[in-house]
C-alpha cells in the first residue's frame, strides 16, 4: 500500500494539529499514514515511503522547532541522496515577522531540493495572522497534493 510519512516540527501543537487532520483524507485516497514528530534522516531514505510531507511551524527568529532542527542540521552535516524522493510542504509562521515568515519551512523545502528531492505542488505557506485554524487551508491544499502525487 502507498505510504506517506509526515514529519512534524511544532511548539504549541498547530504543525501537529495540521498533521491529524490531513491523516483522515489521505486515508481515505488510501494511503497508509504514519506520523512523527521525532524525524530523521532515515525518513527521507526509507523505500517504503511512497512521498514524504513536512508540517512544521517557525519559532524564534526564523528558528525550527525543538527537535526537527536536529534533523535539518544532520541533513547539512551528512547531506544524503535524495533522487527517489517526493515531498510537500506546509510551512506555519506569523506574517507579522516579516524577513523569517515561513522560514523554517523554506529552509527544508531548500535542503531537500538541493539534495535531489522533488516537490510536489507548491509549498503551502500558513499565516497564522489570517488563519486562526491551519487546518482549513491544509485540508484544500492536501486534496490538490494528492492529485499531483501520481
Ligand atoms: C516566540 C515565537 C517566535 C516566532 N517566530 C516566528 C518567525 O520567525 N517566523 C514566523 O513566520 N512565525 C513565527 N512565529 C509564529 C509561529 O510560527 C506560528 O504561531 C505557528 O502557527 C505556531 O505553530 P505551532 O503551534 O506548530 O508551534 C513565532 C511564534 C512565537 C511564539
Redesign the pocket.
Same mark, same amino acid.
Given at each position: 500500500m502507498a505510504k506517506i510519512k509526515i514529519l512534524v516540527g $511544532?511548539? /504549541?501543537?498547530?504543525?501537529?494539529d495540521v498533521a491529524d487532520g490531513i491523516k483522515p483524507v489521505l486515508e481515505q485516497k488510501g494511503y497508509q499514514v504514519d506520523i512523527t514528530e521525532d524525524p530523521a534522516l532515515s525518513d527521507l531514505t526509507d523505500p517504503d515511503n511512497t512521498a514524504i510531507l513536512i508540517s512544521v511551524?517557525? $519559532?524564534? #527568529?526564523?528558528d525550527f522547532?525543538p527537535g526537527f532542527d536536529k534533523f535539518y542540521f544532520s541533513l547539512n552535516d551528512q547531506g544524503a541522496s535524495l533522487g527517489h524522493l517526493k515531498y510537500g510542504v506546509i510551512a506555519?509562521?506569523?506574517s507579522s /515577522?516579516d524577513t523569517?515568515?515561513?522560514?523554517a519551512g523554506r529552509k527544508i523545502d531548500n535542503i531537500l531540493a538541493e539534495y535531489g528531492a522533488t516537490r510536489v505542488g507548491r509549498r503551502l505557506d500558513i499565516d #497564522?495572522a489570517e488563519h486562526f485554524d491551519?487546518i482549513e487551508p491544509a485540508i484544500s491544499w492536501i486534496e490538490d497534493w494528492t492529485t499531483r502525487l501520481v
Open positions: $511544532t511548539v /504549541y501543537g498547530g504543525a501537529r511551524s517557525t $519559532t524564534g #527568529s526564523g522547532p506555519l509562521g506569523d /515577522y523569517t515568515f515561513c522560514e #497564522s491551519a
